[in-house]
């Protein structure tokens, strides 16, 4: 029952404490611990049977003990307050301030498990979202309502191309615009960088930051998540507003849940991680959309770093089965010294053909990527060629496509970490590209736009 204090710790494990004899305890329910010094720690029930209670200490079990230790079940789960004031705000991973100002005072509390949006009364996904980096806009267009997210290795700048799309983010036409950035298990360093990024250029006045140091407790991972993206289900479909929501580090999220699934004793599934993974990957992801009759929407981009570049990992593998599409970085391009390094031809945007077009962006759009992909991709084969034949060896017309190749990686992929181009500009780049290359090689662009965009 709520308000009775059990005094019977049997057991500390990891980040895990047993607590018996208990009654009338649910599932997912907040725990308040003191321990044996006055210190206040919030943990939340795991699991429930013969009168025992499974409890994940989000702060920690460090100093706990089987004595002196008292817990209070609230009967309530996890939940955190929401209001407009915690916009410009930097919150920790439990939704605690740490930017030194008080709490805000919330308007009402939530469950931060959220409630599943009904299928029925889903909208579907419109719209583009301009990010500023033509490999997204250009290639494979982010759409207002989609989960879309950036497949990254270790070493490579997941974290400056995630600050600079929450910089940069905008809806054509909206000003109602806002973005939700959480961070999870980075270091002290990377925490820093994302502060210091949102409040130089001014995007910490329309964001809210949940930060998870790589310091602090494993489980305080699996909530920050939830955290945030009860808050921009706040701000989208209470408020009426456009929320981005980014994700940073998946994979450190995965790792925590594989940690407590190692603590409770479970059965591992593929490399050690849960077999119940999959569904709650699905649980994050599943949480961006829109909704008929609410003028709001939530887009995510969960950023992974992909344990040894292996795309096929149970992380990577499973995020792909569950969203609309990936965008991956290169370590090549990253080698050539191009920002950003995104490689075009194994990103993909599912629901880019719905997004983009005439009132959207441009008329041209569709085409002109399709062209600019399959110009590249050709171009890219012909430096598998030379490397084994030589340049020599090539025709005049394979020639002109290797140097396509070579320029768009130059100037339609590289752009500086300030640059933040229009869709407009992205696609007027595109046909200058396109420019190297003669007329009759247009296969896949209709003539009128021949006639219209290719540079005279």
């Known amino acids: 029952m709520e308000g009775i204090v059990y005094t019977t710790v049997s057991e500390v494990s990891g980040p895990l404490m047993i607590v018996e004899g208990v009654k009338d305890v649910g599932y997912g329910e907040v725990v308040r611990i003191t321990t044996s010094e006055g210190e206040k720690r919030l943990g939340q029930v795991l699991e429930v049977g013969e009168g025992k209670a499974v409890i994940q200490v989000f702060e920690g079990t460090r100093g706990l003990d089987t004595k002196d230790t008292s817990v209070r079940f609230t009967g309530k789960p996890m939940e955190v307050g929401v209001t407009v004031d915690m916009m410009g705000r930097v919150f920790s991973g439990v939704g605690r301030p740490i930017d030194g100002s008080p709490s805000p005072i919330p308007e009402e509390m939530r469950d931060v498990n959220g409630s599943p949006i009904n299928p029925s009364a889903r909208e579907y996904p419109r719209d583009p979202i301009q990010t500023g980096i033509s490999t997204i806009d250009g290639m494979n267009t982010l759409v207002r309502g989609q989960k879309l997210p950036i497949f990254s290795g270790s070493g490579l700048p997941h974290n400056t191309i995630a600050a600079q799309i929450a910089r940069q983010a905008k809806v054509r036409g909206q000003e109602n615009f806002a973005v939700v950035f959480c961070a999870m298990g980075?270091?002290?360093?990377?925490?820093?960088?994302?502060?210091?990024?949102?409040?130089?250029?001014?995007?910490?006045?329309?964001?809210?930051?949940?930060?998870?140091?790589?310091?602090?407790?494993?489980?305080?991972?699996?909530?920050?998540?939830?955290?945030?993206?009860?808050?921009?289900?706040?701000?989208?479909?209470?408020?009426?507003?456009?929320?981005?929501?980014?994700?940073?580090?998946?994979?450190?999220?995965?790792?925590?849940?594989?940690?407590?699934?190692?603590?409770?004793?479970?059965?591992?599934?593929?490399?050690?991680?849960?077999?119940?993974?999959?569904?709650?990957?699905?649980?994050?992801?599943?949480?961006?959309?829109?909704?008929?009759?609410?003028?709001?929407?939530?887009?995510?981009?969960?950023?992974?770093?992909?344990?040894?570049?292996?795309?096929?990992?149970?992380?990577?593998?499973?995020?792909?089965?569950?969203?609309?599409?990936?965008?991956?970085?290169?370590?090549?391009?990253?080698?050539?010294?191009?920002?950003?390094?995104?490689?075009?031809?194994?990103?993909?945007?599912?629901?880019?053909?719905?997004?983009?077009?005439?009132?959207?962006?441009?008329?041209?759009?569709?085409?002109?990527?399709?062209?600019?992909?399959?110009?590249?991709?050709?171009?890219?084969?012909?430096?598998?060629?030379?490397?084994?034949?030589?340049?020599?060896?090539?025709?005049?017309?394979?020639?002109?496509?290797?140097?396509?190749?070579?320029?768009?990686?130059?100037?339609?992929v590289a752009q500086g970490e300030e640059e933040d181009r229009s869709f407009e500009e992205t696609l007027n780049l595109g046909w200058e590209l396109l420019s190297m290359l003669p007329k009759d090689e247009l296969k896949k662009i209709d003539e009128k736009y021949i006639e219209k965009y290719y540079p005279k």
Do not use: W
């Open 186 to 412: 980075i270091t002290a360093e990377e925490a820093d960088f994302f502060m210091h990024d949102f409040e130089e250029t001014g995007a910490i006045e329309r964001s809210v930051l949940f930060l998870n140091l790589a310091d602090n407790p494993a489980i305080e991972r699996l909530i920050a998540p939830k955290m945030a993206l009860t808050v921009a289900e706040y701000f989208a479909f209470d408020k009426g507003m456009h929320v981005l929501v980014i994700l940073t580090d998946m994979t450190n999220y995965a790792e925590a849940l594989r940690e407590i699934a190692a603590a409770r004793e479970e059965v591992p599934g593929r490399r050690g991680y849960p077999g119940y993974m999959y569904t709650d990957l699905a649980q994050i992801y599943e949480r961006a959309g829109r909704i008929q009759g609410r003028e709001g929407s939530i887009t995510q981009i969960p950023i992974l770093t992909m344990p040894d570049d292996d795309i096929t990992h149970p992380i990577p593998d499973l995020t792909g089965y569950i969203t609309e599409g990936q965008i991956v970085l290169s370590r090549e391009l990253q080698n050539k010294g191009i920002y950003p390094p995104i490689a075009v031809l194994p990103a993909l945007s599912r629901l880019m053909a719905e997004g983009i077009g005439k009132g959207r962006t441009r008329e041209d759009h569709h085409q002109l990527s399709n062209q600019l992909y399959s110009a590249y991709a050709e171009g890219c084969d012909l430096r598998d060629l030379v490397a084994v034949v030589g340049e020599e060896a090539l025709t005049e017309r394979d020639k002109q496509y290797l140097k396509f190749a070579d320029e768009f990686e130059k100037r339609f």
